[in-house]
T-cell receptor, first 111, second 110 residues
Framework: QQPVQSPQAVILREGEDAVINCSSS?????VHWYRQKHGEAPVFLMI?????EQKGHDKISASFNEKKQQSSLYLTASQLSYSGTYFC????????????FGTGTRLTIIP | NAGVTQTPKFQVLKTGQSMTLQCAQD?????MSWYRQDPGMGLRLIHY???????DQGEVPNGYNVSRSTTEDFPLRLLSAAPSQTSVYFC?????????FGQGTRLTVV
């Protein structure tokens, strides 16, 4: 089953913050986040392993709550370059490498 | 370093025709996958392979076949194309849980 992402779409002004959520009905080993620009392939942003860690990458960070099987991606002070569709990908088992992706969240940043 | 290469980039098929989407990677990754991407559906796993000679079904395998004779190549075959297979197809190789995607094949079945 695909993880569920919310919201499906969001429009922000440059400089505003956004949170994208990913929720799974299965126990998870890891959560991954990818960004896809229009007409391009998805690109890896970060991976979070179970243990509730939080990671950061520039002004994009994420958290993983393994008990709730949820992850959130935080984009702060958004830039025009953040526009795109964000996908979470989940792994149920260590070393499985079988990634199941969510339905995506389209983020539009306007000047 | 080419990464993951998919061919063709675009293809139009008639209903009932067969074709093979090619995928090759030069990173020596064991794990490879095929996904299809449809509006509102995200990326759905069609088939995957954990190494040469080993393949398994994903979420939406019907109408597709795969084989993995070498580590580098993982072709996806459509046996008898249907309009429901109109989609964008992505091949990915995965290493240490990071997926490296090809540029995609946009397939239209008329």
């Amino acid at each position: 089953q695909q993880p569920v992402q919310s919201p499906q779409a969001v429009i922000l002004r440059e400089g505003e913050d956004a949170v994208i959520n990913c929720s799974s009905s299965k126990a998870l080993y890891s959560v991954h986040w990818y960004r896809q620009k229009h007409g391009e392939a998805p690109v890896f942003l970060m991976i979070l392993l179970k243990g509730g860690e939080q990671k950061g990458h520039d002004k994009i960070s994420a958290s993983f709550n393994e008990k709730k099987q949820q992850s959130s991606l935080y984009l702060t002070a958004s830039q025009l370059s953040y526009s795109g569709t964000y996908f979470c990908g989940t792994e149920a088992n260590f070393g499985n490498e079988k990634l199941t992706f969510g339905t995506g969240t389209r983020l539009t940043i306007i000047p | 370093n080419a990464g993951v290469t998919q061919t063709p980039k675009f293809q139009v098929l008639k209903t009932g025709q067969s074709m093979t989407l090619q995928c090759a990677q030069d990173m020596n990754h064991e794990y490879m996958s095929w996904y299809r991407q449809d509006p509102g559906m995200g990326l759905r796993l069609i088939h995957y392979s954990v190494g040469a000679g080993i393949t398994d079904q994903g979420e939406v395998p019907n109408g597709y076949n795969v084989s993995r004779s070498t580590t580098e190549d993982f072709p996806l075959r459509l046996l008898s194309a249907a309009p429901s297979q109109t989609s964008v197809y992505f091949c990915a190789s995965i290493f240490r849980s990071e997926a490296f995607f090809g540029q995609g094949t946009r397939l239209t079945v008329v």
